[in-house]
């Protein structure tokens, strides 16, 4: 499977979401911001949700919808999602399929040891399904405003 490009068309996809089936098609016609985490209910992943969810209005308002997705299944998206007030989906792929597309897994350092995991990172996709900018492992302070500032700008 052929990994994601900027300036290029992202590849076909479909995946399950807690608010119904999300699909490359079904982002046409919108700026979609997609960002991968690591994992539901851990403190830079929540901080990062909230930033999403609080600046939400002003996405969409840019035309803009959100999407996150980590590994993380159904039920405790659902769980996120409520403890959270998450306005957004949020993509159970648990299969990796998409981070596989997206070439977001890594080997990562926690507590000392090696393990694979989900490298925090944000693409932004243009209305015509062309991914337009990645941020790839990015720290989640400031993070928000920075894709904002680049949703406004892509609105031009």
């Given amino acids: 499977m052929s990994q994601v490009t900027v300036g290029k068309p992202i590849p076909a996809f479909t995946a399950a979401s807690t608010q119904g089936e999300v699909g490359a098609q079904g ?5 979609t911001v997609l960002y991968f985490y690591p994992k539901d209910n851990t403190p830079g992943c929540t ?3 909230q930033g999403f969810r609080d600046r939400y209005q002003d996405f969409v308002d840019a035309g803009c919808q959100i999407i996150g997705v980590s590994r993380d299944s159904l039920k405790s ?4 999602t409520e403890k959270q007030d998450l306005p957004f989906p949020l993509i159970a792929d648990e ?3 998409l981070c596989q597309l997206f070439g977001v897994m890594k080997m990562k350092n926690m507590y ?3 393990v694979r995991g989900i490298e925090r990172s944000t693409f932004l996709i243009d209305e015509h399904g062309v991914l337009q900018r990645e941020w790839r492992g990015l720290k989640v302070p400031g993070h928000v405003d920075d894709v ?3 949703v406004q700008a ?3």
């Fill in 27 to 31: 982002l046409r016609g919108h700026l």
């Fill in 47 to 49: 901080t990062q949700a």
């Fill in 77 to 80: 998206h659902a769980g996120f």
């Fill in 95 to 97: 299969d990796e399929s």
């Fill in 112 to 114: 000392g040891k090696q």
């Fill in 148 to 150: 904002l500032q680049a």
């Fill in 154 to 156: 892509a609105r031009g």
